[in-house]
């Protein structure tokens, strides 16, 4: 019901920036909250930031400080600066989804994740 499309990954030395974006499309009534997280090899997927419905941020400490996340409202897009990226910065980026959809006439809740978009960073 919920599409994501991410974009921006690639390859970055280290210090340098990349800025990712997700735009959701589908059926969407409203959105709850927009989040990025990563998957580096042989690792857990962690949790990077969030951002709800009202504009709060929350991030994860490995990346306060150099990682932004914001959103587009009009267009279902979230996006995630990333600053002074490090070699362990490494890893395959995902955003999630947290959304109420319509389907013929009913409502409910929706939790989507991207396809993911490679990040590296080396130099």
């Known amino acids: 019901q919920v599409q994501l499309v991410e974009s921006g990954g690639g390859l970055v030395q280290p210090g340098g920036s990349l800025r990712l974006s997700c735009a959701a499309s589908?059926?969407?009534?409203?959105?709850?909250?927009m989040a990025w997280y990563r998957q580096a090899p042989g690792k857990e997927r962690e949790f990077l930031a969030i951002i709800i419905s009202g504009g709060t941020t929350t991030y994860a400490g490995s990346v306060k400080g150099r990682f932004t996340i914001s959103r587009d409202n009009a267009k279902n897009t979230v996006y995630l600066q990333m600053n002074s990226l490090k070699p362990e910065d490494t890893a395959v980026y995902l955003c999630?989804?947290?959304?109420?959809?319509?389907?013929?006439?009913?409502?409910?809740?929706?939790?989507?994740w991207g396809q993911g978009t490679q990040v590296t960073v080396s130099s």
């Open positions: 999630n989804v947290r959304s109420v959809v319509q389907i013929r006439g009913s409502f409910k809740r929706d939790d989507s």
């Open positions: 589908g059926s969407i009534s409203s959105i709850d909250a």
